[in-house]
């Protein structure tokens, strides 16, 4: 069996899909993308980034960012930053006011 992925005689574009061999036939292997990237062909042996913030259709609706946040999209990936006026890590993010008012005691603001 000739396995063109460990031989690297395969054309897969390395940074958007992942080489499998297939192990049905001598010749032969697929090039599936990596999270976060779509392909236009099925057999395209690259892949585009998706763009999470503004999916294509449902089935890839998958960003994570609070209603609260900027979804911001990147190679591969996507980023969530509150909006201003609300706070933590992008996925959750509570209103300031709320969350001093909640920690009272023992606030601790962060920049
Ligand atoms: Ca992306």
């Known amino acids: 069996m000739l396995d063109e992925c460990t ?7 390395t940074d958007t899909t992942t080489c499998v061999d297939n192990t049905d036939d001598i010749f032969g292997y697929t090039c599936p993308c990596r999270d976060g ?3 236009v062909n099925e057999n ?9 913030c503004n ?4 089935d890839h609706n998958n960003h994570n960012c609070d209603t609260h946040a900027t979804c911001t999209n990147n190679f591969g990936s996507f980023e969530c930053e509150c909006n ?3 706070k933590g890590d992008g996925e959750t993010c509570k209103n300031i006011g709320a969350y001093i008012f909640l920690n009272r005691g023992f ?4 920049h």
């Open 7 to 13: 031989t690297k005689a395969h054309q897969c574009d």
């Open 37 to 39: 990237f779509l392909k």
């Open 44 to 52: 395209d042996k690259t892949c585009h980034d998706m763009n999470e």
């Open 55 to 58: 999916p294509p259709d449902a």
């Open 84 to 86: 201003d006026g609300w």
């Open 107 to 110: 606030i601790r603001v962060h």
